[in-house]
Structure formats: C-alpha cells, structure tokens
C-alpha cells in the first residue's frame, strides 16, 4: 500500500512507510469515479482519509467485527460505522427484523406501532425522555432539541463545549470537533454570523469558566448542551463534579440542560451517561446505536418542554421518513439484544479495558509518549503525552504521528477512526483473537512512528 500524498490536498505527510503488500486498486479507481461525482468523493468528509495521509478504503461488506474492502482486505473494525454496531456487523437479530419490516413496505408517512415500541424503550431506559420525538439523524435530533429548548424558554443563547461536535447544526458548529476539528476548520463558511453570536462556546471540563459564563450570561441562556462524555474530540472523559456543576448552573438558571447522548446512549449503558452519574438532564438526544446501523434520531425530554412540540405546541418539526419502519425495526431488535443481557455492558468494559492496556504497553515499549483515554468501549490514542482533557489538550497531540500510526495499523489489518479527533469503538463482536491481533499490528505500528 502506497501513501499517496499528492492525492491528499494540504495534508503534509510527515511520515511514510514503506510499499506494503496490501493492494488498494479497486478502492482507489471507485475513489477516483467518486471525486468526479461527489465533493471530496465522500458522503461525511473524514471518511476521505484526508488527516491520515492516504486515499480511503472503499468497503465491500462486514460481518461481526470484521469488514472487507473493494479489493477483498480484511480489518478488525473499531470504526463500527461511528458507533451505531454495538454488536458488529450483520447481527442476525437486527437482519431478521429489517428483513421482516421489508416485507411489511418502507416507508408509510403515517403512524405505526412499532414507532410507538422503540419510543416505549427508549423511555423505560432513559427515563428522563417523558417524551420522545423520532427523526432521521443525530444532527436533526441536536437542532430541534435546541429549537424546542428556545421555545420553552423564550430566550436564545446556546451554551456548548469546545471540541463537542452535535452534528451540522448551524448555530453548534462553533469550536466543533469531529470533522470540523479534523480539517482545522476555523469556522465553517456558509453560516451567517448572526447565527453564531447566539452561541457560547466554553472549555470542557473548566468549572471555574462555567461559573463565570452562567453568573454573566445564565439568564439569556435558553440551554446548555454537552456530550457528557465526549467522543468527537477524540474520547474524553468529563472531569469529576463537571457535569454536577453544570447541572447546578443550568437548573439555577432555568435553562435547559441537554444531553447529546447520540454516542454515548446505549453504548457506555443501556441508560446512557444520565444512568452512570444519575444525573438527571432536561432533554436528551439520541442517535447511532438506536438505529442499528439504520438512520435514526430522537430527542425527549420532560413532558413540559416537549410539549412545546407541534401539533401540541407551537415549535415546528417533522420529517418525511421520520419513523421509518426499517430503521425502528432495526432499533427495536438492536435495544431488545441489550436490554436482556446484564452483563453486555460489563464484558464490553472489560475486552476495551484489556485492549486499552495493553496498546499502552505497546506504545511503551516502542517510546512512544501517548495518553490513552477511554470510557466503557469508547477509546483513543491520543498521540501526546499530556493528559487530554479538553480540546486544547487534544490537539496537542502530534496528527502527524496519529496519521503514520493509523496507515500502518491499516496495513496490518486494523481499521480505526481515520482522525486523531474520534473515537474509536469496541462492539460485542470483538473476541480476544480480535484484541490479540490488534496489540500485535500496533507493535509494528507504534514502532513505525517511532522510527518515523
Ligand atoms: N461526524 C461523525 C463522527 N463523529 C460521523 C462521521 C462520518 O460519518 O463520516
């Protein structure tokens, strides 16, 4: 496999390696037909591989942990299609039940039952959603619960955290993370500054930058919306007291606190990080693991502000496919898988827990200076030495070094999240052989950019 930095715009490649014998050939000419035809040849701008320094792998199929690209390579997959397969690839109960809903028609535009059954789950595993509303994506779940927020409380200003991503919603693409902090997009063009001033961008895990916000601003804050443990600046973990002071500040202030738990709802635990810390948010977004691998979004919250939502209040939203059958069919048999086994989560905890420990030994004994987060089955290595904390820590971290670690991790076998600023995601399909084949491409791969 060859890095082809002349493909690969701005990105300037530090390190390379050596021609390996894997052969890209397919994906490279579909890749080819795809930059005539699409912007930057893909559908979410980091899956074109640009911060690694490489063009991307174009993926044929996946089954368990396991995907195989156009030319027939194998990986071990910690991308699980940014965090929605749980339980890997093709589970076969997820399968049967879209299969099934296929049978039944795709799409109706009207109410079904089924709607109303992943609805009722979702509240009986986070029971702060009173009610929840069905939408396509994370970004459309984060932008009405916003819209709903300003609804009920008559005032404009959205608090967010540097290095949080809640999708492309306008007015949250301010000091984003996730592809926004990828490409080191400033801002992002085609948003007008009269949205943005709206905004309140704070460092994560600064309490003392909180309070100070909340004492001049809290009264015109309509929310305050967080990733309650953060997974698009890389993982990073709230800081102790941080996500309690914030629930203090907003409750003081009557401003809705909003939980974007589209990553982290049903992967850190069946009931999300409210669940973990018992804290308690106003609303809560959902997404990724509620669709099994289908497009799904929803957003809740209590019965009072909810009801802002039209037909029953005054602020507006809807969508075509909202509800659709296959992606709720997908849902429900994915929740159903994890809410009837107790130990899911534990066994998930433990494999990341060992894989996590044992990639730092790894970067250890090759002197690379790392620092490994990791919450439950969200992880990233973090090449810096420092604690990373918040975004300014995150982007310590040498790109260049993430860039030659991932190309030579792919070589070996091993897919992970193309940027050094996501997470990377352990399903219930991942084995020990999984693990053991991991920690033996990153010996090879640590020591690549050692020797860079
Ligand atoms: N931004 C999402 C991950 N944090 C999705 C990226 C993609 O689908 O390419």
């Given at each position: 496999?060859?890095?082809?930095?002349?493909?690969?715009?701005?990105?300037?490649?530090?390190?390379?390696?050596?021609?390996?014998?894997?052969?890209?050939?397919?994906?490279?000419?579909?890749?080819?037909?795809?930059?005539?035809?699409?912007?930057?040849?893909?559908?979410?701008?980091?899956?074109?591989?640009?911060?690694?320094?490489?063009?991307?792998?174009?993926?044929?199929?996946?089954?368990?942990?396991?995907?195989?690209?156009?030319?027939?390579?194998?990986?071990?997959?910690?991308?699980?299609?940014?965090?929605?397969?749980?339980?890997?690839?093709?589970?076969?109960?997820?399968?049967?039940?879209?299969?099934?809903?296929?049978?039944?028609?795709?799409?109706?535009?009207?109410?079904?039952?089924?709607?109303?059954?992943?609805?009722?789950?979702?509240?009986?595993?986070?029971?702060?959603?009173?009610?929840?509303?069905?939408?396509?994506?994370?970004?459309?779940?984060?932008?009405?619960?916003?819209?709903?927020?300003?609804?009920?409380?008559?005032?404009?200003?959205?608090?967010?955290?540097?290095?949080?991503?809640?999708?492309?919603?306008?007015?949250?693409?301010?000091?984003?993370?996730?592809?926004?902090?990828?490409?080191?997009?400033?801002?992002?063009?085609?948003?007008?500054?009269?949205?943005?001033?709206?905004?309140?961008?704070?460092?994560?895990?600064?309490?003392?930058?909180?309070?100070?916000?909340?004492?001049?601003?809290?009264?015109?804050?309509?929310?305050?919306?967080?990733e309650p443990v953060v997974g698009?600046?890389?993982?990073?973990p709230p800081?102790?007291?941080?996500?309690?002071?914030?629930?203090?500040?907003?409750?003081?202030?009557?401003?809705?606190?909003?939980?974007?738990?589209?990553?982290t709802?049903?992967?850190l635990?069946?009931?999300?990080v409210?669940?973990?810390?018992?804290?308690?948010?106003?609303?809560?977004?959902?997404?990724?693991?509620?669709?099994?691998?289908?497009?799904?979004?929803?957003?809740?919250?209590?019965?009072?502000?909810?009801?802002?939502?039209?037909?029953?209040?005054?602020?507006?939203?809807?969508?075509?496919?909202?509800?659709?059958?296959?992606?709720?069919?997908?849902?429900?048999?994915?929740?159903?898988?994890?809410?009837?086994?107790?130990?899911?989560?534990?066994?998930?905890?433990?494999?990341?827990?060992?894989?996590?420990?044992?990639?730092?030994?790894?970067?250890?004994?090759?002197?690379?200076?790392?620092?490994?987060?990791?919450r439950?089955?969200m992880?990233?290595?973090?090449?810096?030495?420092?604690?990373?904390?918040?975004?300014?820590?995150?982007?310590?971290?040498?790109?260049?070094?993430?860039?030659?670690?991932?190309?030579?991790?792919?070589?070996?076998?091993?897919?992970?999240?193309?940027?050094?600023?996501?997470?990377?995601?352990?399903?219930?399909?991942?084995?020990?052989?999984?693990?053991?084949?991991?920690?033996?491409?990153?010996?090879?791969?640590?020591?690549?950019?050692?020797?860079?």
């Amino acid at each position: 496999m060859g890095c082809r930095p002349e493909a690969v715009g701005k990105i300037i490649i530090a390190y390379s390696l050596p021609e390996g014998t894997v052969k890209h050939d397919r994906s490279s000419e579909i890749f080819q037909r795809a930059r005539r035809l699409i912007p930057g040849g893909v559908n979410s701008p980091v899956r074109a591989f640009r911060a690694v320094g490489m063009e991307p792998i174009v993926i044929g199929r996946g089954a368990g942990a396991h995907v195989w690209d156009a030319d027939g390579n194998q990986y071990i997959d910690y991308l699980g299609s940014w965090g929605p397969l749980l339980l890997g690839h093709c589970h076969p109960e997820v399968i049967d039940a879209v299969r099934a809903a296929l049978d039944r028609g795709t799409s109706f535009g009207a109410p079904t039952e089924q709607e109303v059954d992943l609805a009722q789950l979702i509240r009986e595993a986070f029971p702060s959603m009173e009610k929840v509303r069905l939408v396509n994506s994370g970004t459309e779940a984060t932008m009405s619960a916003i819209r709903v927020a300003r609804g009920f409380t008559g005032r404009t200003i959205v608090v967010k955290f540097e290095g949080c991503y809640h999708g492309h919603v306008d007015a949250l693409l301010v000091k984003a993370g996730s592809g926004v902090a990828t490409l080191s997009l400033p801002d992002t063009a085609g948003i007008p500054e009269d949205v943005t001033r709206h905004t309140i961008a704070l460092p994560f895990n600064d309490t003392d930058a909180l309070r100070d916000a909340f004492q001049r601003r809290g009264g015109e804050a309509a929310c305050a919306i967080v990733e309650p443990v953060v997974g698009n600046m890389g993982c990073v973990p709230p800081a102790p007291g941080f996500l309690e002071e914030l629930r203090r500040l907003t409750q003081q202030a009557a401003a809705v606190l909003i939980f974007d738990e589209v990553m982290t709802g049903f992967r850190l635990d069946y009931g999300g990080v409210q669940r973990l810390t018992g804290i308690v948010p106003d609303m809560t977004t959902l997404g990724k693991v509620i669709g099994g691998g289908l497009p799904v979004g929803a957003y809740g919250g209590r019965a009072d502000i909810m009801a802002q939502v039209a037909p029953e209040g005054p602020v507006y939203q809807a969508g075509t496919l909202s509800g659709n059958p296959l992606a709720v069919a997908a849902g429900i048999a994915m929740l159903k898988v994890l809410g009837r086994d107790p130990g899911l989560y534990t066994r998930l905890d433990r494999l990341t827990e060992q894989l996590a420990g044992r990639l730092l030994e790894e970067a250890g004994r090759a002197g690379v200076p790392v620092t490994l987060n990791r919450r439950g089955s969200m992880f990233t290595v973090f090449f810096t030495p420092r604690p990373v904390t918040d975004y300014a820590s995150a982007k310590t971290s040498d790109t260049a070094a993430f860039g030659a670690f991932f190309r030579a991790m792919l070589e070996a076998g091993v897919y992970l999240p193309p940027s050094q600023f996501e997470a990377a995601f352990v399903s219930t399909a991942h084995t020990d052989a999984d693990v053991e084949a991991t920690v033996r491409a990153s010996r090879g791969a640590f020591e690549a950019v050692a020797h860079k």
